[in-house]
């Protein structure tokens, strides 16, 4: 009986050894095998498994696979900031390079001789000094859109009068307007003050880049128009055209930097191509953004929305 008890006992120690043994192994190989695919960097084919808190070798996998998760997703943003650098510079570069290529033909024309002539002389000394111009219009942009990401630019919040400063904006393209028979018009019923809560300057911003660009879009004889929508707290501002219109697959792009719907029509129309990546940052900048909705040759319409403002009163001495 003894010798049966004995043989019983060894056989299932044995066997538990062995059991045990295997476990060991099979998860000690799991660990060797994801340090295998971790040195070939195949980290998209490692898979995560729930550990069973009796089993610290399961628990020291799943502990790696966690390290190697989180500094995978480190990599694959630095990657990403790596492209975004090097497009930025080859978008910058390019950008730089048209005006600057632009003025110095124009200027090494009139060194060559045709200075002498002042008609000639003239005449590509506006085109040098606009293209000068447009020179110092992509570096100012480039500044306010650095200095805005980096927080550089602070958020001066007041209440103001919207309504006026669309006027004022009104007033500034009112030539241009003038030149392609554009009307420049508020939308029905706006009351004659709508006061809301932000930065004056900022949305001045906004204002002039999306009026800027419906002028600039819209065809001769067109329409610029400005909505207020007023609810309980908030005001949304509309500005809508009848131009050329967005395709649907470029609308969610047109505010990335550079990004261009028609790059040679928008060259020739002008333009740095930072405008709407601007008004993008200012209205993020307001816990807010910018909706668009447009239609090829029927036009487009960009809206977004502000806080309501308390009517200020000036008080006179």
């Given at each position: 009986?003894?010798v049966?008890?004995?043989?019983?006992?060894?056989?299932?120690?044995?066997?538990?050894?062995?059991?045990l043994?295997?476990l060991?192994?099979r998860?000690?190989?799991?660990?060797?095998?994801?340090?295998?695919?971790?040195?070939?960097?195949e980290?998209?084919?490692?898979?995560?498994?729930?550990?069973?808190?009796?089993?610290?070798?399961k628990?020291?996998?799943?502990?790696?696979?966690?390290?190697?998760?989180?500094?995978?997703?480190?990599?694959d943003?630095?990657?990403?900031?790596?492209?975004?650098?090097?497009e930025?510079i080859?978008?910058?570069?390019?950008?730089?390079?048209?005006?600057?290529?632009?003025?110095?033909?124009?200027?090494?024309?009139?060194?060559?001789?045709?200075?002498?002539?002042?008609?000639v002389?003239?005449?590509?000394?506006?085109?040098?000094?606009?293209?000068?111009?447009?020179?110092?219009m992509?570096?100012q942009?480039?500044?306010?859109?650095?200095?805005?990401?980096?927080?550089?630019?602070?958020m001066?919040?007041?209440?103001?009068?919207?309504?006026?400063?669309?006027?004022?904006?009104f007033?500034?393209?009112?030539?241009?307007?003038?030149?392609?028979?554009?009307?420049?018009?508020?939308?029905?019923?706006?009351?004659?003050?709508?006061?809301?809560?932000?930065?004056?300057?900022?949305?001045?911003q906004?204002?002039?880049?999306?009026?800027?660009?419906?002028?600039?879009?819209?065809?001769?004889?067109?329409?610029?128009?400005?909505?207020?929508?007023?609810?309980?707290?908030?005001?949304?501002?509309?500005?809508?055209?009848?131009?050329?219109?967005?395709?649907?697959?470029d609308?969610?792009?047109?505010?990335?930097?550079?990004?261009?719907v028609?790059?040679?029509?928008?060259?020739e129309?002008?333009?740095?191509?930072?405008?709407?990546?601007?008004?993008?940052?200012?209205?993020e900048?307001?816990?807010?953004k910018v909706?668009?909705?447009?239609?090829?040759?029927?036009?487009?319409?960009?809206?977004?929305?502000?806080?309501?403002?308390?009517k200020?009163?000036?008080?006179e001495?």
């Amino acid at each position: 009986m003894v010798v049966t008890f004995l043989i019983s006992f060894s056989s299932t120690y044995l066997l538990g050894f062995i059991v045990l043994e295997f476990l060991i192994f099979r998860e000690i190989n799991k660990v060797y095998g994801l340090f295998e695919k971790l040195r070939k960097r195949e980290l998209s084919t490692i898979n995560q498994n729930k550990s069973n808190p009796l089993s610290p070798l399961k628990k020291i996998n799943e502990e790696i696979f966690s390290y190697a998760a989180l500094k995978q997703k480190e990599i694959d943003e630095l990657k990403k900031l790596e492209a975004f650098r090097r497009e930025f510079i080859a978008d910058v570069s390019h950008e730089l390079k048209t005006p600057i290529f632009a003025a110095q033909g124009f200027v090494h024309t009139l060194l060559d001789g045709a200075v002498k002539d002042k008609s000639v002389r003239n005449k590509f000394l506006k085109k040098a000094a606009k293209s000068l111009d447009g020179l110092d219009m992509l570096v100012q942009d480039l500044l306010t859109l650095s200095q805005i990401e980096t927080g550089d630019i602070k958020m001066h919040f007041e209440n103001f009068d919207i309504k006026m400063l669309v006027e004022e904006v009104f007033d500034q393209f009112e030539s241009k307007a003038e030149k392609k028979d554009i009307t420049l018009e508020f939308g029905r019923n706006v009351p004659d003050e709508v006061f809301v809560y932000g930065d004056w300057q900022r949305i001045s911003q906004v204002i002039t880049n999306l009026i800027s660009n419906s002028v600039k879009y819209t065809n001769e004889g067109g329409k610029v128009v400005v909505d207020f929508l007023l609810s309980k707290n908030q005001v949304t501002t509309t500005v809508k055209d009848n131009g050329d219109g967005i395709p649907p697959e470029d609308v969610n792009r047109i505010f990335q930097r550079f990004y261009r719907v028609d790059k040679s029509r928008s060259r020739e129309r002008g333009g740095t191509g930072l405008g709407l990546a601007i008004v993008k940052h200012i209205m993020e900048g307001h816990n807010s953004k910018v909706e668009v909705k447009s239609t090829v040759g029927k036009g487009s319409e960009f809206s977004f929305k502000l806080p309501r403002g308390k009517k200020t009163v000036i008080s006179e001495e």
